[in-house]
């Protein structure tokens, strides 16, 4: 099982960008295709991007896609979500997640959960 520690969210106005980060523990971090998910107050937690181990492969959810990049440094065993012209629908905890395919991610059969990190945008 692999460790993982998000960073990088805050609070931005409508418009703007933030760029979020996941550490991941262990020397089998490039075995992992990786994902991103969001959870806002009062729904359910949601699919928003994965890529596959080689970072070849990206996957986002519809509400995303074209705004957000999710990429992947396996020198670096981190995994970034670059969120661009962010709406305040985009406001939730965002939460970083390991899985053994970008199919399973989107299906929420996830191996590893990080412990969140608050993304806020601002009308």
């Known amino acids: 099982q692999v460790q993982l520690v998000e960073s990088g969210g805050g609070l931005v106005q409508a418009g703007g960008s933030l760029r979020l980060a996941c550490a991941a523990s262990?020397?089998?971090?490039?075995?992992?295709?990786m994902g991103w998910f969001r959870q806002a107050p009062g729904k359910e937690r949601e699919f928003v991007a994965a890529i596959t181990g080689s970072g070849l492969i990206t996957s986002y959810a519809d509400s995303v896609k074209g705004r957000f990049t999710i990429s992947r440094d396996n020198a670096k065993n981190t995994v970034y979500l670059q969120m661009n012209s962010l709406k305040p629908e985009d406001t939730a905890v965002y939460y970083c997640?390991?899985?053994?395919?970008?199919?399973?991610?989107?299906?929420?059969?996830?191996?590893?959960w990080g412990q969140g990190t608050q993304v806020t945008v601002s009308s």
């Open positions: 997640a390991a899985g053994a395919t970008t199919q399973g991610l989107r299906a929420s059969i996830v191996g590893s």
């Open positions: 262990g020397r089998t971090f490039s075995s992992y295709a």
